[in-house]
């Protein structure tokens, strides 16, 4: 039951950073979609991207980040731009990446075991952005606790709880070790 829980939590997490990040892209680019943001946001991210790798790979040689959460975010933000006004069209290459994902069709790079703390392949994650716009366009984002203040604060500071809970998670472990 550990191992099922610990297996999928990472997973759920990513799928709820993604799919919201597609949300985004079109609360933020529709009917217009801003260059400028698109490239702040790029530079922003994949910005950050590169850190994390270039920290991983000193710290843990064998196991560094070189495509992870962030780094996917990045390349799904530009891939993502031409779906931002077609949410049928999103929803249906989500639907095929997906069924394809399940057949088994695997790229040469999923193909490999990677050691990588966080490896967050485009294949099949870019169909969890698309569903996203999909999900903006029916205005999904507006039940439920879209309008709660506590959500919104997590979501304006997403990118900082992001960057800030691993150190975190990392220093209470090492301090739970010293113990």
Do not use: E
Not at 53 to 72: D, K, M, N, R
Not at 98 to 122: E, K, Q
């Amino acid at each position: 039951m550990r191992t099922t829980f610990w297996y999928w939590y990472p997973r759920f997490i990513v799928f709820l950073f993604l799919f919201t990040m597609g949300i985004s892209l079109v609360l933020v680019h529709f009917p217009k979609v801003k260059l400028d943001k698109i490239k702040q946001r790029i530079f922003k991210i994949g910005g950050y991207a590169l850190i994390i790798s270039l920290v991983t790979y000193f710290a843990f040689p064998g196991s560094w980040i070189y495509f992870g959460t962030l780094h996917c975010i990045a390349v799904s933000t530009v891939l993502a731009i031409p779906f931002i006004k077609r949410p049928k069209l999103s929803l249906l290459l989500s639907i095929l990446i997906l069924v394809c994902w399940f057949a088994g069709v695997r790229f040469p790079l999923n193909i490999y075991t990677h050691n990588s703390m966080d490896y967050i392949p485009l294949y099949p994650w870019l169909s969890i952005v698309l569903f996203g716009i999909f999900a903006a366009h029916k205005k999904w984002h507006t039940v439920a606790f879209a309008d709660i203040k506590f959500f919104r604060i997590l979501s304006k500071n997403a990118l900082v709880i992001y960057l800030l809970h691993q150190p975190l998670l990392f220093g209470f472990c090492y301090l739970l070790k010293l113990i």
